[in-house]
C-alpha cells in the first residue's frame, strides 16, 4: 500500500525495528548527508523508485506538480478560501463563458533561468488539446498569448466549471524545451525545468534531491535549501523512521497516534479529512447491474442500520470527521448544503428506520433472520483490498450491525488490480472506496464526477470516468448541465438543492464518515508546517499543488 493512502491502520514497530529504519534511513536522512544549508526529508512512498518528473504523467513523482511545476492559480482543499494567484496574477471570463483571459506574472523565469511568458501558458495547453492521452481532465481548451503577459483559451462551449481544472490543476511547462520533446507521454523529463521553488539535483531508485531553485519568482523562498524524497519499505518503516528523527514529514495513519507522539517534543500531526469513505453499490438494473443494491430500499436501509461512531473508534482511530449525504464536506462546505436535514449523516444506527424501510419494500425476515424477497436472500458481497485493515476492520464491524436488520454482509478481500478492476466494470455488488479530492470544493467536481449519466458505461465497459455506480438520473443530469454553464452560486446552489434531494433518496454511495488523513512533522530541523487551528494548505505528502506551498513556506529550525 502506497504511504499517500488515506486507507489502512498500521502497527508501530517495535523498538528493535526502530533502530532497523534508522540505519536504514541514515545514509540520506538530512543528519547524515554531510551537506551544507537546511534540509529535510520526506517519505515519497513504499517501494522502488521511478523516475518520472513528467508533469502531465498521472504516475509523475509527488513533488513534480507544485514544487518543481506550478500551476496558475492555486486551490486550496483544507478551506473555502479563494484561488491565490501563483504564475497568473488575474482571469475574467466572457458572458457566455467560452474565453477565460488571463494575466501572467511578469519577472518569472524558469529553473535554467531563461524568461517565463504567456507564450508557455499558451504551449501548455495546446501541447494538451493537440494530444489526448495527455488531457486527463477533459479540458477542452485551446490557447492564443496575445502578449508577453496575456493568454486567452478558448472552449467550444460554456465552461465556467472548468475554471478550477484549468488554472488550478494543470503545471505550467517551458516551451523552449518540450517544443522539442519528441513524445510527451512517454518523457520522464530527468532534467526537469520549471518554475517552482525546487529543482532536481539527482535521483535514485531509493531516494531523490531537490535544491532551492535559484531563479525563484517568489522573493525570499523558499528558506529550506535542500528536501530529499525516500521511499521506504512500509508505512511501518515509514513510521519508525518518524519516531527516530530520520524523517521530517509523512502522510500515513498511525494507530494511536497521540499516545505514541506524547512524549516527542518535536513531532506533531494535523488532520485533514476531505475524502468520504462510502460504500459503493453498482446500483443500476438498466445497466447490467445485478443483487439486492439495485433496490434503492436495501441501500436506504443500510444507510440507518450502520453505527456510524462505532466504526469511527472500531476502524477510524477516532480521528474520522462527520459525513453529509450530499457528499460535500460538513463544515467546510457548509454553504453549499441546501436543507439543514441533510448537513450530516446520522451518527447512531437507526434498526427500526431500516427495518420499516425493508419492511415497506417486501424484504421480510427468513429462517434464518436474514431477509428474502421473492426467493432471493438479502445477502450482498463487498469487496475492499487485502491489506487496507482500516477497511477490513469497517466491513467486519458492518457485517455484525447489519445483521441486526436481516441483512447479510459477505467481506471479500482482493488484491488491489482487481478490486479496482471489478468496480470499474461493474462487476460488483459492494465496495469500500472514498468520494475523493476534485479541482475545487464546488460540490459540481463531485456531482458530475461522481452521479452524472455521462461519466458512467453499461457494465462489462469500465466506468473509468468516475460514476462506477452506474447511475443514471435525468433529473440530476439536467442539474449538473445547469449549474455547469453558469458562475452565479445562487443559481448553483438551487440546482444542488435539487441534486442533493435525489442523491439522498437513491444512495447510489452510502456515505459512511469523512475519513482522517493524518500528516506528521518533525519539528528539529524545519518549523511553520500546517496546524489543526492552521491549515494554510493540505499537507498530505502526496498531494499535488498544496505540497510546493508547504515547503516554501517552511523555515530553518534556529
Known sequence: MSLKSRRGARSILALASLATAALALSACSPAASGAGGSSITVTASTGTLTENFNPFSPTALPSTNGVIFE????????????????????????????ELTVTTREGVKWSDGEDFTAADVAFTYNLVAETPELNTSGSAATAEAIDDTTVVLHFPEPSFMQEPSVLGNRGIVPEHIWKDVADPTTEVNSDAVGTGPFVLKEFTAQSYLLEKNEHYWDEGKPAIDKV????????????????????????????????????????????????????????????????????????????????????????????????SPTMVIPGRDDDWI??????????????????????????????????????ER???????VSGWSDYISLNDAMSQQLADVGIELNPVQLAWNEWNNNQMMGTF????????????????FVYNKWYATSQTLPV???????????????????????????IDEAAQKEQYATIQAEIDRDLPYIPIYVNSMLTEFNTDRATGWPTNDDKFALPATWKNWDNGIVLKELQPAK
Open 71 to 98: 500551476p496558475l492559480y492555486w486551490y486550496n482543499s483544507a478551506s473555502d478560501a479563494p484561488p491565490t494567484p501563483i504564475l497568473a496574477t488575474d482571469f475574467s471570463w466572457n458572458d457566455d463563458g467560452t
Open 228 to 323: 530529499r524524497y525516500v521511499s521506504l519499505d512500509s508505512a511501518d518503516a515509514a513510521a519508525a523512521a518518524l519516531i527516530a528523527g530520520k524523517v521530517d514529514w509523512m502522510s500515513s495513519y498511525l494507530p494511536d497516534l497521540e499516545q505514541l507522539l506524547k512524549d516527542h517534543d518535536n513531532l506533531s500531526y494535523v488532520n485533514t479529512p476531505a475524502l468520504t469513505t462510502s460504500i459503493f453499490t453498482c446500483s443500476n438494473a438498466e445497466l447490467g447491474c445485478t443483487g439486492p443494491q439495485t433496490d434503492p430500499a436495501v441501500r436506504q436501509a443500510i444507510y440507518h442500520a450502520i453505527n456510524r461512531d462505532q466504526l469511527n473508534q472500531l476502524a477510524g482511530g477516532g480521528f474520522a470527521g462527520t459525513s
Open 338 to 375: 441546501s436543507d439543514p436535514e441533510l448537513a450530516t449523516t446520522p451518527p447512531s444506527a437507526d434498526a427500526d428506520e431500516a427495518s420499516a424501510i425493508l419492511d415497506a419494500a417486501g424484504w421480510v425476515p427468513g429462517a434464518d433472520g436474514i431477509r428474502e424477497k421473492n426467493g
Open 378 to 384: 438479502l445477502s450482498l458481497t463487498v469487496q475492499t
Open 429 to 444: 455488488q459492494l465496495s469500500l472506496d472514498s468520494i475523493g479530492l476534485q479541482p475545487s470544493n464546488n460540490p459540481y
Open 460 to 486: 462489462g465497459e469500465s466506468a473509468s470516468a468516475g460514476n462506477s455506480s452506474r447511475y443514471s438520473n435525468p433529473i440530476v443530469d439536467d442539474a449538473i448541465h445547469a449549474a455547469a454553464v453558469t
